[in-house]
């Protein structure tokens, strides 16, 4: 078990716009991404969360905080409209729910066809201890008590959770756990923050596994299901001599297998970046995109897995050298994925996105949106999700002073 070592900071009107980007090599023809503005009121809103939906829609999650009071709230988009918004959960009096810009809920879509989300709940008198509440809807669309995954039953850190649909109507969480941290964060006391999943039923907490027992401190994690009742999850690890690579571990054949390092960037940091990992899956097919400041350049990768995760192709380098990270990605098809991340250049910072092929080929960067505001932690992660069969939905946290919003658009892809 490695020696914790104190961090010493952390890294940093309504139309169709078609964005003609400039060709990344003279004989490439330009590619054109189109990015539609989705009415939506998220005023008073941040930390938005994106999930496909069967029906060929999408569903979101955000929260909301009003006279000083967060709740969870989510709505479906269907055929061009949002669904009126439901309240998931409210912060109840005696209770205080752990509200971050790094840390946030997440939605997924359920076997059955209901939701399930999390939430994070603080344990002690610690600013990082908290707990990981899980909960589901019901056919009828109602919310049911939720469950804590961990039973451990300790104050410290619990959070950064990818949730899956699982068998049975049951969901799968991934979460970065700290039990045995002694209530530390960011390297202060005790021992590593470690990387845990359990199972949640319709009745409650099935199983908990340990599945690496030292990672990075507060970096993102994500998860995919893979065929056969298998899964994937990415996640940034830990090592003796503080080098924060990205690895994953699988779940295959009823149990977690060992975990691999995704690729050796060699980035070492004394300090969590605050930067996770992101994955997406077509069947065997995995896209995985990351950020790394290994030797000091700052740069986003992407790679591609054809036999859900066992081997990788090597990395592309896909963002335009002026990335902070902040990634998502979401496969096309089985060639193709889109890619998200923030740029900063100088005092503009935008959310970028290009199509990244699986032999490497890189289509033009678009803008999104452009404000100087997205380089805020307030402005968090951008989050996507495929719509259709031939566009993807990315919300973000807006920051303008002291006020946030959740912006939506619609990106449709050649």
């Not at 969870?72 to 669904?83: D, K, P, R, T, V």
């Not at 804590?148 to 850190?157: A, I, K, L, N």
């Not at 470690?194 to 319709?202: C, D, K, N, W």
Request: contains cysteine; negative net charge; aromatic residues 8%.
């Amino acid at each position: 078990m490695n020696k914790r070592i104190p961090a010493i900071g952390l890294l940093l009107p309504v139309m169709v716009i078609a964005v003609m980007a400039a060709a990344c090599t003279p004989d490439k023809k330009p590619a054109t991404i189109t990015v539609e503005e989705v009415a939506f009121d998220g005023d008073e809103a941040g930390m938005p969360w994106l999930t496909s939906l069967r029906s060929g829609g999408v569903a979101m999650s955000w929260t909301r905080t009003e006279a000083g009071i967060p709740r969870l709230e989510y709505a479906s988009y269907q055929g061009g409209n949002w669904s009126a918004p439901g309240v998931i959960a409210t912060q109840q009096e005696g209770e205080e729910w752990f509200v971050n810009w790094a840390d946030f809920p997440s939605i997924a879509e359920l076997g059955d066809g209901g939701l399930s989300t999390h939430y994070l709940v603080s344990s002690g008198e610690n600013i990082f201890a908290y707990d990981v509440h899980i909960t589901r809807s019901d056919a009828e669309g109602n919310w049911m008590q939720s469950v804590t995954p961990h039973t451990d039953g300790t104050q410290t850190e619990h959070g950064f959770v990818s949730l899956l649909p699982w068998q049975d109507h049951s969901v799968m969480a991934v979460w970065l756990d700290g039990r045995n941290t002694s209530g530390g964060h960011y390297g202060h006391g005790g021992g590593p923050m470690t990387l845990r999943s359990a199972v949640i039923g319709p009745d409650g907490l099935t199983h908990e596994f340990e599945l690496d027992p030292a990672v990075c401190d507060c970096c993102q994690t994500s998860a995919v299901r893979l065929p056969g009742g298998g899964a994937l999850a990415a996640y940034r690890d830990r090592t003796p001599d503080e080098i924060r690579d990205i690895s994953v571990v699988r779940f295959r054949d009823g149990a977690w297998e060992e975990p691999r390092v995704l690729h050796r960037d060699g980035w070492e940091i004394y300090g969590c970046p605050v930067n996770g990992p992101a994955l997406d899956a077509i069947g065997e097919t995995v896209a995985a995109a990351w950020f790394t400041q290994a030797g000091d350049t700052a740069r986003v990768k992407v790679a591609f897995s054809g036999d859900g995760g066992d081997s990788w192709s090597p990395p592309v380098i896909a963002d335009s050298g002026h990335s902070l990270g902040r990634v998502d990605i979401v496969l096309l098809d089985g060639n193709r994925a889109l890619l998200s991340w923030i740029d900063h250049e100088k005092r503009d910072a935008r959310i970028l996105v290009r199509i990244v092929h699986r032999n490497g080929e890189l289509e033009p960067p678009v803008a999104v949106s452009s404000d100087e505001g997205l380089s805020s932690r307030a402005a968090g992660f951008p989050r996507m999700a495929k719509y259709g069969n031939d566009r993807v939905m990315i919300a973000w946290t807006a920051v303008d002073g002291g006020r946030r919003s959740v912006e939506v658009r619609k990106i449709a892809t050649p």
